[in-house]
């Protein structure tokens, strides 16, 4: 049987320490994975020399994961063509905005019979009312099927082999087994599960409950408020995949995409400590982005306000008023402290006796 | 209609708490309940003062909840029976290992049509080896029904009015109502749901997963290892409540007294905090308790051990290794840094492709 050969679309932080693994797993399963594995990389000049060749002579991104070295069989691409045309697997993993130029740069370029793994977070806006699973963008785009993967895994603790677990989104069985033997280490746990679409959301949406989070620990409201908006959060995730894509077994949420990505998320992640400062500074998001985050976009205020246009479209504000609200307060409209009176006759108190 | 007595037996700190939103509460549905409520505190000397004399002169419990005003109308009583034989309501809400003696004390001294609710997290051992839900202990001592409440909830926050969750579990539509008007306020919610074995048992074995917690704080493993061991515990307590109890609805563990109560005390509980003081101090848990608890019992290493061997029992300890393994290092029989090794390859893992 030919190796599989895979390529990864993208080398931040995230895609560099998934590319650290990928190098030592390929080499584990020589015989079924090509040794050699693509990475594009978007070329930038770092003190007068390519990333590229940084990457490729000294097997570390000094730029997006400096201080963790890459297996040397991990080869940085300037090209994403070049990168990915040979390729049996495509992982993407590069800011959602950049997907569109990059499918349409990869469209008829790449082996009819490819996949494609996802682990971007967020959604693609189609037009301005309607979003769009990322995966479902990759795979009418490009036409291979799209898995995806999420998880409670900030980077630079899974590229320094902290334990920790993930969850792949993937239909197939077959193609899911190789996935997770592609990606699973003794200290990165992965489990597979069918229902891709709610693998994605809970991916997309927990970034606008750490906003939430955030606005909680920027007020010192205390552990006993986050929880309870940490779980009116996660209700209200678990309602949006209901009324937009239909019942799914709950089960999914108690993945690791699910609620350990939602607590990691609101107690570690950047998307809670922006929003921390938000509150503590008056600062705007937009401000905090260029002092935090070298004008880095923050994805849970963008992600609550595409929410909130469909959810306005739908006539559904008033069943998520946590998601409604984290957006009115990102865009000045609401107050922090305005947070808890919103949510104070929250849906979710009516449904019992 | 007559009006409904309601006695709270118990006044440590979350017992206080608890009198805090009830002597008010009942004020506000004064057609429903009557304004006096006792309270049974065990008597103490506090400089050369009775405990109940301050609290009644007070409004304050100095010991146990100091700097929060009770309402006047809760009447601290030093004897148990002549604080709830005349009571409708009989809340429960004292450290499980007084609970027997109390309903031996009350045993054919309360109204017969009286009802309980615990606030009592915990098991109670019947005999060496099988563990017995207070609930259900309450209920075949006093022969009484006994519903339940379990939540996110920190006393200390709760008596200070921040908003937050609670769960009560009762069967019983109509006292479920009762009760839920007793105890809510704009900033303390309640959800009422049926299911009281499953309530009650997130509630006793979270303190399990919180030491697992507190181990993996006190040896730096970060946000996504601390993530991935909650959500495993949460897995455990799942199938703990399925093998034990037959199944449940998984909602159930969504709810403020699973996923909510779970996260607080794993991110703000004590015992999280000794746990991570025992790993950094390498002292004993008893060493710990006498230090930084005044000698009280920690309810996590005990609820371990009665868990430990109530799974030993049922041949089942290969099926929970993270409840096993947080008894295991808290007596010393393994380290904490065995903690990884041990769920490393948990049967979580092995149920899906």
Same mark, same amino acid.
């Given at each position: 049987?030919?190796?599989?050969?895979?390529?990864?679309?993208?080398?931040?932080?995230?895609?560099?320490?998934?590319?650290?693994?990928?190098?030592?797993?390929?080499?584990?399963?020589?015989?079924?994975?090509?040794?050699?594995?693509?990475?594009?990389?978007?070329?930038?000049?770092?003190?007068?020399?390519?990333?590229?060749?940084?990457?490729?002579?000294?097997?570390?991104?000094?730029?997006?994961?400096?201080?963790?070295?890459?297996?040397?069989?991990?080869?940085?691409?300037?090209?994403?063509?070049?990168?990915?045309?040979?390729?049996?697997?495509?992982?993407?993993?590069?800011?959602?905005?950049?997907?569109?130029?990059?499918?349409?740069?990869?469209?008829?370029?790449?082996?009819?019979?490819?996949?494609?793994?996802?682990?971007?977070?967020?959604?693609?806006?189609?037009?301005?009312?309607?979003?769009?699973?990322?995966?479902?963008?990759?795979?009418?785009?490009?036409?291979?099927?799209?898995?995806?993967?999420?998880?409670?895994?900030?980077?630079?603790?899974?590229?320094?082999?902290?334990?920790?677990?993930?969850?792949?989104?993937?239909?197939?069985?077959?193609?899911?087994?190789?996935?997770?033997?592609?990606?699973?280490?003794?200290?990165?746990?992965?489990?597979?599960?069918?229902?891709?679409?709610?693998?994605?959301?809970?991916?997309?949406?927990?970034?606008?409950?750490?906003?939430?989070?955030?606005?909680?620990?920027?007020?010192?409201?205390?552990?006993?408020?986050?929880?309870?908006?940490?779980?009116?959060?996660?209700?209200?995730?678990?309602?949006?995949?209901?009324?937009?894509?239909?019942?799914?077994?709950?089960?999914?949420?108690?993945?690791?995409?699910?609620?350990?990505?939602?607590?990691?998320?609101?107690?570690?992640?950047?998307?809670?400590?922006?929003?921390?400062?938000?509150?503590?500074?008056?600062?705007?998001? %937009? $401000? #905090?982005?260029?002092?935090? +985050?070298?004008? =880095?976009?923050?994805?849970? &205020?963008?992600?609550?306000?595409? /929410?909130?246009?469909?959810?306005?479209?739908?006539?559904?504000?008033?069943?998520?008023?946590?998601?409604?609200?984290?957006?009115?307060?990102?865009? %000045? $409209? #609401?107050?922090?402290?305005? +947070?808890?009176? =919103?949510?104070?006759?929250? &849906?979710?108190?009516?449904?019992? /006796?």
């Amino acid at each position: 049987m030919p190796k599989i050969r895979i390529c990864i679309i993208g080398s931040g932080n995230w895609g560099s320490a998934i590319a650290k693994i990928i190098g030592i797993n390929v080499k584990k399963f020589e015989d079924k994975f090509e040794e050699e594995v693509m990475m594009y990389v978007y070329e930038e000049m770092i003190e007068g020399k390519k990333l590229t060749d940084i990457i490729n002579e000294t097997h570390e991104n000094v730029k997006y994961l400096p201080g963790h070295k890459l297996s040397p069989n991990i080869i940085a691409v300037p090209d994403v063509v070049e990168a990915a045309k040979n390729a049996d697997i495509l992982i993407f993993v590069v800011p959602h905005q950049f997907v569109p130029g990059l499918c349409t740069a990869l469209l008829g370029k790449i082996k009819s019979s490819a996949v494609s793994l996802s682990l971007i977070k967020g959604f693609t806006q189609e037009n301005d009312t309607k979003l769009k699973l990322i995966s479902k963008f990759i795979e009418e785009k490009l036409k291979i099927p799209c898995s995806v993967l999420m998880g409670a895994n900030l980077s630079n603790e899974v590229a320094s082999d902290y334990f920790c677990e993930t969850t792949i989104g993937c239909k197939d069985k077959i193609m899911g087994a190789i996935m997770k033997d592609c990606i699973q280490t003794e200290n990165f746990r992965v489990r597979v599960v069918e229902e891709i679409e709610a693998v994605e959301i809970c991916g997309a949406l927990k970034n606008i409950v750490a906003c939430a989070a955030g606005f909680v620990d920027g007020l010192d409201l205390g552990d006993n408020t986050k929880a309870a908006v940490i779980r009116l959060g996660l209700m209200e995730i678990v309602n949006y995949v209901k009324l937009f894509y239909g019942k799914f077994n709950m089960s999914i949420f108690f993945e690791s995409c699910g609620i350990a990505d939602l607590i990691t998320t609101c107690y570690g992640g950047r998307n809670r400590r922006v929003c921390e400062q938000f509150v503590k500074t008056g600062k705007t998001i %937009k $401000e #905090l982005e260029d002092e935090l +985050l070298n004008g =880095q976009k923050l994805q849970g &205020p963008l992600t609550a306000e595409e /929410v909130y246009g469909m959810l306005k479209d739908s006539n559904s504000t008033a069943k998520f008023p946590l998601f409604a609200t984290v957006h009115r307060i990102c865009n %000045k $409209e #609401l107050k922090p402290n305005d +947070l808890i009176e =919103q949510i104070r006759n929250h &849906p979710e108190y009516e449904t019992n /006796v």
